[in-house]
């Protein structure tokens, strides 16, 4: 009876048809944990996808992408990497959102000789010390986006600075960096105290009343989503903010800053996508198209996936095939245009050269918004080809 | 000196919520010995609730009176649930109840972001408390204040109910002993709906006023819960008093931690609560549980040994998915292998729990041990995979017999405390010791070797170790020691005064079960390449403890079949729906109304009353029942 049920269990989980004049994207994202993020990643991607077919789909055939959801769990992910590989038979992955779910796909790519473009996962690691061969990521990495804040952040008179991140990987990670490349330009700077909330979990009055008390004139804060509001509103009860510069990582994502409206801290210096004050041709259409189809406002996730299918699209149309080695070979060194102007996939790490707006947080009409922005085009901030050579494993 | 003040002030604000909601959960659990796990998600609809309320009505006494109402509401919904749901489960298997309202959060999260759309939402500034009281220099919220004079006043008027009003004698008579109340005439049914309706009450207000200083979101239910157990743990299950005090220990170690041990707050409160259990097992302020007047044994079909008929019927099936390689693809395969596995990790915690009478709310530290151990052993020693297999679960068994020693001096909800707090500290360490687990990031790169690769080698391999495991522990449920273990359950005064050595034997079986464990968490390290905290976190434990409620706790075989259903069926509806936690839910929240006893548990008394029917079998089964 115990093999009965598995037997049952399994047959209804095998593969079905496969039609010939469709290529197939596999796509995994943590869509039940992250509503938030991946609602308008799915609007996204959802409207690349009309897009491509629109225009005659890919080399003559049809762009078909299935989507599985990772309910936030690495494990979760590879049984559905594997359903979309073993029974789908994509012709490549893609998406995720947490680095560790990235990572884990990104094992799984490599073990299994697939191709995988990371969309959303920030960690180094993905391009460079676990980096493989099989693995693209779209986003801007963590050492980027520390690179583009320290630009900003090393121009203030400030010299004590405090940190506020979450309590794992991702905020170890961008912590690290940002000091790291901030002492190097300003050698004066001195870290006077580290504030490690668990992640989800802020007991936000305790933290920042601490970093209060070290007297900081700097703060950088790299916690969003829920933890952000708890540590902004009280923050701005407590007047923690007040006189004091705050550097912040994704604080610009209207995922993160909306949430805010009016309590929105204002003169922080943050990442994030204006998409109120982008006027560029490229990012204009893009605009008109997703208005027109969801009667709303893209979100960042949104750039994020309508940007993976369409690099993806633009890959496999190069390769003429669903080879994965053609795919490797299609895809390095690609130039594709994106609603923020062509980005590029180096050779060197796979990591694409999409840039991140920096700018400053401020309220309009009761909202949140981000003023005196710039584009900072993700090729000036990755060090030197030497380096990543350097922390880079060789395939 | 004003900041440790200050800091002091705020753990005590941070506190009042808390105490709300466990205080709630305490009394629920004293009458009705209820362990609801939909508490969070009560306080969750609480917060949901009165942000769109508050958002709608004006003024301050829309505010106010939104609070309230929410809190209303949501009771009203409690009610709801109790009198639906839970009046017909009350007579199940213990901690059957904890698996519906398990099933009733994962419905509240999906259905909180239907209802109220994806994004974090954030309420209004509580009227009259938006800004901040100057204490020298240092500023407090004043509507910190506001909470931190709210949590006495409940605490009073909760005490003022219970000493005061005759239905708070009848609540804690109830708390003290359940049965006696009954014998006594009172209506027991109305007397746990009321306590309920409160209960779920104090959870939602707690959820409400949390509005002005956090976001709404669909996972504050499980930010809150596991919180929410250590405190009414700490603090001495059904005493209110306990709850309170627990409150502002778990607060104030929150605040005071994070200047002291920054990057270990996480461990900090379970460490605490782990101590608290060991020193005074029954909490700060519990007392010790009198003895249940039904002996458990009673209510259970004697277990025995398959019959040959059974036997061969086992063994066919056995072969059947053996021969699933010939017929099915690598996916299935995969997915094969993956329940096989966690056949292997639920038929553990079945041993334990069915057999032993002790159920862990922490099961997977010990399948989490055991993938770690591969992944130590592997990317560190470079040992082969034979030999990863081998050795990886021992630090399984290590585990288990480190903090089985501790736990097995305590029962019920209190060893299932402890457990759980045990393996937040190992989920803990895994997490936050980036430099050696790597941390969230885990270990990458633990691909079986060549011989085992190809799919259906790795399901052989799973199947037949998931088939030895299964068995070793059927012959261990029917060995002396397994009859020893039963009797330990049963009854432990007797068994003691018979020179058994309970609680030798009791750490016996949890190493037992550690180990296993431990071999399901090496094998799913090699299935999927990789190991993360999440191996051993909270809803890999719950997942487990499902398992082995939907297959019936008081049957044998119940675990594996529970194990094939959940783990088929999760694995089917996450590829299939964004919606999987919802449809999951319904799902087991009507097993539980059908089948009350597990899916085999109703097989099997169909099966017994089939047998009972043939005069022959009677004859035997009242020669059973007279033996008892």
């Not at chain 2, 003024?59 to 009176?65: D, I, K, Q, T």
Request: aromatic share 10%; proline share 4%; with cysteine.
């Amino acid at each position: 009876m115990l093999a009965a049920g598995l037997g049952l269990a399994v047959a209804g989980l095998m593969s079905t048809a496969r039609a010939e004049d469709v290529i197939k994207i596999g796509e995994i994202n943590s869509y039940s944990l992250l509503p938030a993020f991946t609602e308008p990643y799915r609007k996204g991607w959802q409207l690349a996808v009309e897009e491509i077919n629109a225009a005659g789909g890919i080399n003559g055939k049809k762009l078909v992408v299935v989507s599985k959801d990772d309910s936030g769990k690495p494990a979760d992910a590879q049984t559905a990497a594997n359903e979309l590989v073993s029974s789908e038979n994509v012709a490549m992955l893609a998406g995720t959102f947490l680095s560790n779910i990235g990572l884990a796909v990104s094992d799984f790519a490599n073990q299994k000789k697939v191709f995988f473009l990371a969309a959303e996962p920030l960690t180094d690691a993905i391009t460079w010390s676990k980096g493989n061969r099989y693995t693209f990521r779209l986003r801007p990495s963590n050492y980027m986006q520390a690179a583009m804040l320290v630009e900003e952040a090393a121009k203030l008179p400030a010299k004590r600075w405090a940190t506020i991140a979450p309590n794992y990987e991702y905020g170890q990670s961008a912590v690290a960096v940002f000091k790291k490349l901030l002492s190097e330009k300003r050698p004066d700077i001195q870290w006077v105290d580290e504030q490690w909330p668990p992640q989800g979990k802020i007991d936000a009055g305790p933290v920042v009343q601490a970093v209060a008390a070290a007297n900081p004139e700097a703060i950088l804060n790299v916690t969003f989503g829920a933890d952000l509001v708890k540590l902004v509103r009280e923050g701005n009860t407590r007047g923690v903010f007040k006189d004091r510069k705050v550097v912040s990582f994704l604080t610009g994502e209207p995922e993160y800053l909306d949430p805010l409206k009016d309590e929105t801290p204002e003169g922080w210096i943050v990442t994030g996508y204006p998409w109120y004050s982008i006027k560029t041709p490229e990012h204009d259409a893009f605009l008109k198209a997703y208005q027109t189809k969801y009667n709303d406002y893209p979100r960042l996730g949104s750039i994020v996936g309508y940007q993976t299918i369409k690099s993806a699209a633009a890959i496999l149309a190069k390769a003429g095939s669903t080879d994965t080695e053609k795919l490797i070979a299609a895809a390095e060194g690609l130039a594709v245009p994106s609603p923020f102007g062509e980005i590029t996939f180096r050779k060197i790490d796979h990591q694409s050269t999409l840039g991140a707006y920096v700018g400053k947080t401020a309220i309009k009409d009761g909202k949140g918004i981000m003023v005196d922005t710039v584009y900072r085009k993700g090729s000036d901030y990755l060090p030197s080809d030497a380096e990543v050579a350097k922390l880079r494993p060789k395939d | 000196m004003a900041f440790y003040f200050v800091q002091f002030l705020t753990g005590l604000a941070s506190a009042a919520s808390l105490f709300l909601v466990a205080s709630g959960l305490s009394i629920i659990f004293g009458v009705t010995r209820i362990v609801n796990f939909a508490h969070g998600a009560f306080y969750m609809l609480g917060a949901y609730v009165a942000f769109t309320l508050t958002e709608r009505l004006s003024g301050a006494l829309g505010f106010w009176g939104g609070i309230v109402v929410a809190a209303l509401v949501v009771a009203a919904i409690g009610v709801l649930v109790e009198i639906v749901l839970l009046r017909r489960i009350y007579h199940a298997p213990e901690l059957f109840q904890l698996l519906a309202t398990f099933g009733l959060t994962l419905m509240v999260e999906d259905l909180v972001v239907l209802i109220w759309g994806p994004d974090d939402l954030l309420g209004r500034r509580a009227p009259g408390f938006k800004g901040a009281v100057d204490f020298f220099g240092q500023n407090i919220p004043s509507y910190d204040l506001f909470l931190i004079a709210l949590g006495p006043i409940v605490l009073g008027a909760l005490w003022l109910l219970f000493q005061r009003t005759r239905w708070g004698i009848l609540v804690r008579a109830a708390t003290q002993d359940r049965d006696m109340v009954a014998a006594l005439g009172v209506n027991q049914k109305w007397l746990f709906t009321s306590v309920f309706a409160v209960g779920v009450f104090l959870a939602a207000l707690g959820g409400a006023l949390q509005i002005p200083r956090d976001a709404v979101h669909h996972a504050m239910d499980l930010r809150i819960i596991v919180e929410v157990f250590v405190v009414v743990v700490i603090g001495g299950l059904g005493s209110i008093l306990g709850a309170f005090v627990a409150a502002v220990l778990v607060s104030e170690l929150n605040a005071f931690g994070i200047l002291i041990f920054p990057t270990i707050s996480l461990i900090l409160i379970f460490l605490v609560m782990a101590v608290v259990l060991v020193v005074r097992p029954w909490g700060l302020f519990g007392r010790k549980e009198a003895p249940a007047r039904r002996t458990p044994g009673l209510t259970v079909i004697p277990w025995r040994p398959l019959s040959s008929v059974e036997r061969l019927a086992s063994l066919a099936a056995l072969t059947f998915a053996a021969m699933l390689p010939f017929v099915s693809g690598n996916y299935a395969l995969n997915v094969g292998a993956e329940i096989a596995i966690f056949v292997i990790f639920a038929a553990s915690l079945h041993f334990l729990m069915a057999v032993g009478g002790l159920a862990s709310f922490g099961h997977a530290a010990y399948f989490g041990l055991g993938a770690y151990g591969v992944a130590f052993l592997a990317k560190m020693a470079g040992l082969p995979m034979i030999a990863c297999l081998l050795l990886g679960p021992l630090l399984g068994a290590l585990g288990a017999a480190v903090f089985g020693a501790f736990a097995v001096q305590l029962s019920g909800v209190y060893f299932a405390m402890l457990t759980l707090a045990f393996a937040q500290i190992v989920w803990s360490v895994a997490f936050q010791w980036v430099g050696v687990t790597g941390g969230d990031n885990g270990i990458l790169g633990l691909w079986p070797e060549t011989w085992a690769a190809s799919p259906p080698h790795f399901y052989w391999l799973a199947l037949g170790v998931t088939t030895l495991v299964v068995s070793v522990l059927r012959l261990i449920t029917f060995s002396p020691f397994g009859y020893a273990l039963r009797a330990m359950r049963d009854s432990p005064l007797r068994s003691e005064s018979i020179g058994i050595n309970g609680k030798r034997i009791q750490w016996t079986a949890f190493i037992i079960a550690g180990t296993t464990a431990g071999i399901g968490g090496a094998l799913f390290a090699y299935l999927k390449g990789s190991v993360f905290p999440d191996n051993m976190g909270i809803s890999l434990s719950v997942d487990a403890l499902v398992m082995v409620l939907l297959g019936g706790v008081e049957t044998v075989p119940g675990a594996i079949f529970g194990a094939i259903v959940y783990k088929a069926l999760n694995i089917w509806l996450v590829s299939k729906t964004d919606l999987s936690k919802l449809v999951l839910g319904i799902f087991i929240v009507l097993i539980v109304v059908v089948f009350p006893k597990g899916i085999v548990g109703v097989v099997e008394s169909f099966m017994h009353r089939r047998r009972a029917a043939a005069p022959k079998a009677a004859a035997l089964s009242a020669k059973i029942e007279g033996a008892q």
